[in-house]
């Protein structure tokens, strides 16, 4: 059915869409210091507006408001209908606690400090 409407109509809706789905989804790129809506994202990456944007690579963080959700290693796909699409070369889900320098103890026997009996 949408095949058989203006150009101009077809563009407009596309924006609309756009607009809503950027208003909606609240997420955020950062990268260099600077945010960057994200217009539409899925498993594999994420596209955001080309007007007025860089061309992003390397590591960038996904928020949604403050909350930071993930950092990523990007690489830009392509550039199409307003639109820069990256994928994720590698994704890592953000913490709240800072990395262990060391593995959890799986048993009680491993949680005891070296020497102490288990008795």
Same mark, same amino acid.
């Given at each position: 059915?949408l095949e058989?409407?203006?150009?101009?109509?077809?563009?407009?809706?596309?924006?609309?869409?756009?607009?809503?789905?950027? /208003?909606?989804?609240?997420?955020?790129? /950062?990268?260099?210091?600077?945010?960057?809506?994200?217009?539409?994202?899925?498993?594999?990456?994420?596209?955001?507006?080309?007007?007025?944007?860089?061309?992003?690579?390397?590591?960038?963080?996904?928020?949604?408001g403050?909350?930071h959700?993930?950092?990523?290693?990007?690489?830009?796909?392509?550039?199409?209908?307003?639109?820069?699409?990256?994928?994720?070369?590698?994704?890592?889900?953000?913490?709240?606690s800072?990395p262990?320098?060391?593995?959890?103890?799986?048993?009680?026997?491993?949680?005891?400090?070296?020497?102490?009996?288990?008795?």
């Open positions: 059915m058989h409407l203006p150009d101009e109509l077809l563009e407009g809706l596309a924006r609309m869409q756009r607009s809503a789905a950027q /208003r909606d989804a609240g997420l955020q790129v /950062r990268a260099d210091g600077r945010s960057y809506p994200v217009l539409r994202h899925w498993d594999g990456g994420f596209a955001i507006g080309s007007a007025g944007a860089p061309r992003l690579r390397g590591l960038v963080d996904l928020h949604r403050e909350l959700l993930s950092r990523c290693l990007i690489v830009a796909c392509a550039e199409a209908e307003g639109e820069i699409s990256y994928e994720f070369k590698h994704r890592t889900p953000a913490e709240d800072p262990r320098d060391h593995a959890r103890p799986e048993t009680e026997a491993q949680r005891r400090p070296p020497g102490a009996t288990g008795h």
